[in-house]
């Protein structure tokens, strides 16, 4: 289990990191997101050890995270990094054995990876001469060689085609079922919300939202409502509570302050009889999203 | 420090250089060198024409006696006159004409011709007739041809070196100076090409794995002092096999041409057995450490840029280092080895992998002015080496767009903060 408690990184002035705190159990995946330059990867690097926090620790199974715990970890970073001239057993090979594999055991899980991830193309093909989303699956591999207990991918998904993140979606699920911990940054919340338990989201360093996405999504509510009838934008945007109309076809989008809202809304719009839609919905987490990163004052 | 790792890394690394065109090169340098040599003298010798020289005197049995002489790629011939020498100038069919005469037993010549001759055949006729007037003398004086020959026999001059044993007793050897001198020469030449090698090479692989940000992958696997280590052993293994390997290429050179006269002549003029093993062992030891020395230069250098093209402007500073101590050495210390500026920089780290063997073979500096040299060296490398780690492991993870000096202050600040 990891457990991230009251992390903090200040680069002089500027605070990075503040205050985060979550866990993550063992068969747990963990949604990490957050604008560019919220401190998502400079948490990633407190994790990793690659920077050291200016307050608060990171734990592993209650142990401070250090050198011993290196070969546990899986790291697939937000560039990808491979070396161009090298084939993929070669560079597989290299990442396996610098977390303590043996090269047998290596070639095995290659041969699933390679499989599995359904890579086009040979193990002794250089990597510079594969297509991006082979190179991302390959990175994949590295990361994933040694089985590794925590595995920490900042977006895993950029950059791909919907076959390509779809493997790369189950490659995660996988591990769950393996018993891993596993923590990803994305900016697709589609993503987010299939494959995470809980999320994690940051503002300007700062945690915004924490908890299961259900959850967090249930908190605001049911204040989405899709509406088809005869009320006019104007109309809508008259009933008390609403705070937002889109016109999406012959569909109107209506964003209201108080799911109860909906009630009047409800009746104004079927005053006269039938509708062909009227839908009170939660916010999806993209929605979410923006409207956390909007906000100027936080939770 | 995990040695598992250090090892992969070591290995990786190792695979990597002595595949790579530039070590190929290194290895075969010192052949290509020759062969270029070898070749470009065939060709000259290939392209020299024989001079052609009329020989006119006043005296014939002299110009006969001159003619018959004979010079490589010089022919000398008699001529009745010097009309007759001037006609065939004219013609072509001579280069020069040579007018000879003897005055009070005295031989004096003049050359003539559109050109004065080159060097070569001037000294060839002043051989020529220096030998004829050593035969008129000899003529004169009524010596034995015996007589002439013991006459001709010039002095010996033979240079030995003299020590003393531990009792005090003096120990000669061979003249051992001109082999030593040549051979710490060629260890400055080099060490100079391994380090331009190896320091390109490390801080283009240092550069690029941050730039692909490969480095971020390998610092979650291991620490950055275990990476940085295992680099430099990778490179330091590389390059004893580029000295093993261009050691073992001359080695069978040698035996191939074994029956070769001009090798074997020149192998006989180099008397080997009047040298130390000590200096040899310190030559060996100064390339390495040396290489080393720069070798942690070139990847604290290297990590501070975030691109691998970036890598030869960051490396410009030890480059230049390198260069003064490579001029400093061939042209100062070869010329003027006391001379008090190359004394000083022989213990100076930068320089005295370069100018500290050029010193000992001249005799300058004893075994013990090289070795507080070499450990001083080793020190200063070692020093630098526990830095640059620590420097390492902020280094590649500061991406500063500023250029390179500005990424120091900024990895020193962080360290000083121990980021």
């Given amino acids: 289990m990891l457990s991230v408690e009251h992390l903090a990184k200040n680069f002089g002035t500027l605070k990075a990191v503040q205050n985060l705190s979550f866990e993550i159990k063992d068969g747990e995946i963990l949604g990490l997101v957050g604008q560019n330059g919220s401190g998502k990867t400079t948490t990633f690097r407190m994790l990793l050890g690659l920077m050291q926090p200016t307050a608060g620790k990171v734990l592993w199974n209650c142990e401070k995270i250090g050198e011993k715990q290196k070969d546990l970890i899986g790291y697939l970073p937000e560039e990808r990094g491979l070396y161009p001239k090298e084939t993929i057993e070669q560079q597989v090979m290299y990442f396996g054995k610098l977390r303590g594999k043996a090269p047998r055991e290596i070639k095995e899980k290659l041969d699933y990876w390679m499989d599995h991830l359904q890579v086009k193309g040979k193990k002794n093909d250089r990597i510079k001469s594969l297509s991006k989303g082979n190179q991302q699956k390959v990175q994949l591999i590295t990361t994933l060689i040694h089985e590794p207990k925590l595995v920490i991918l ?26 891993s911990c596993v923590i990803f940054s994305s900016h697709n919340m589609a993503n987010v919300e299939q494959i995470c338990d809980r999320l994690v989201m940051i503002k300007d360093g700062r945690q915004v939202l924490a908890g299961k ?9 049911k204040i989405k409502v899709f509406l088809e009838s005869p009320l006019t934008t104007a109309e809508v945007q008259a009933v008390p509570g609403v705070v937002a109309v889109k016109e999406r076809g012959r569909r109107l989008e209506v964003t209201l302050s108080d799911p109860a809202a909906g009630r009047e809304l409800f009746e104004l719009a079927t005053k006269d009889g039938y509708i062909p839609t009227f839908s009170q919905e939660t916010l999806t987490l993209e929605e979410i999203f923006k409207l956390k990163a909007g906000e100027k004052d936080e939770l | 420090m995990n040695f598992e790792k250090l090892w992969v890394i070591a290995s990786d690394v190792y695979r990597k250089t002595v595949k790579s065109p530039s070590f190929l090169i290194g290895v075969f340098m010192p052949f290509i060198v020759v062969l270029i040599g070898f070749l470009i003298g065939a060709i000259m010798n290939r392209g020299q024409e024989t001079t052609t020289i009329g020989i006119y005197s006043d005296q014939p049995v002299l110009a006969k006696a001159l003619a018959q002489q004979k010079f490589p790629d010089l022919k000398l011939k008699q001529v009745d006159s010097v009309k007759e020498a001037q006609k065939q100038l004219q013609a072509e069919k001579l280069d020069h004409y040579l007018v000879l005469t003897q005055k009070e037993g005295k031989l004096t010549s003049t050359v003539y011709g559109e050109k004065v001759p080159g060097n070569t055949t001037m000294a060839n006729l002043q051989q020529g007739l220096n030998g004829l007037q050593t035969s008129l003398k000899a003529g004169e004086y009524k010596l034995t041809p015996d007589q002439v020959a013991e006459l001709m026999q010039p002095a010996k001059l033979e240079g030995k070196e003299i020590s003393f044993t531990d009792d005090g007793k003096v120990k000669t050897s061979k003249d051992s100076s001109g082999v030593k001198f040549a051979l710490s020469y060629a260890a400055c030449i080099f060490t100079f090409f391994l380090v331009l090698t190896y320091a ?8 690029g794995e941050k730039g692909m940000r490969i480095m971020e992958v390998i610092l979650s696997s291991t620490n950055a002092k275990t990476h940085f280590y295992g680099k430099l052993l990778g490179v330091i293994l590389a390059a004893l096999t580029q000295l093993v390997a261009t050691g073992l290429l001359v080695g069978i050179a040698v035996f191939i041409m074994r029956d070769n006269d001009s090798l074997n002549e020149m192998l006989d003029n180099l008397h080997f057995t009047g040298i130390e093993p000590s200096f040899i062992v310190l030559l060996i030891l100064f390339i390495l450490a040396g290489s080393l020395f720069y070798a942690v230069l070139a990847a604290l250098c290297g990590s501070l840029v975030n691109r691998a093209e970036d890598a030869p402007k960051a490396i410009m500073p030890v480059t230049y280092l390198m260069m003064a101590g490579y001029m400093l050495g061939l042209v100062v210390a070869a010329n003027d080895p006391s001379n008090f500026i190359v004394m000083i920089c022989s213990y100076i780290p930068f320089f005295s992998m370069i100018l500290m063997p050029i010193v000992l073979a001249n005799g300058t500096a004893g075994l013990m002015g090289a070795s507080i040299s070499l450990v001083i060296l080793v ?4 020093v630098l080496a526990a830095f640059s780690a620590r420097m390492y492991r902020v280094n590649v993870l500061v991406y500063n767009q500023k250029g390179i000096w500005a990424s120091l202050r900024q990895s020193l600040t962080m360290l000083r903060k121990d980021v």
């Fill in chain 1, 154 to 179: 900042d977006e895993p998904f950029s950059g791909l085609d919907p076959v390509n993140a779809q493997i790369m979606q189950d490659a995660i699920i996988a591990l769950r079922k393996q018993g």
């Fill in chain 1, 213 to 221: 996405v259900q959850d967090i999504k249930d908190s605001f509510g």
């Fill in chain 2, 200 to 207: 390109s090479l490390i801080a283009q692989e240092i550069a």
């Fill in chain 2, 379 to 382: 020190l200063s490398t070692l």
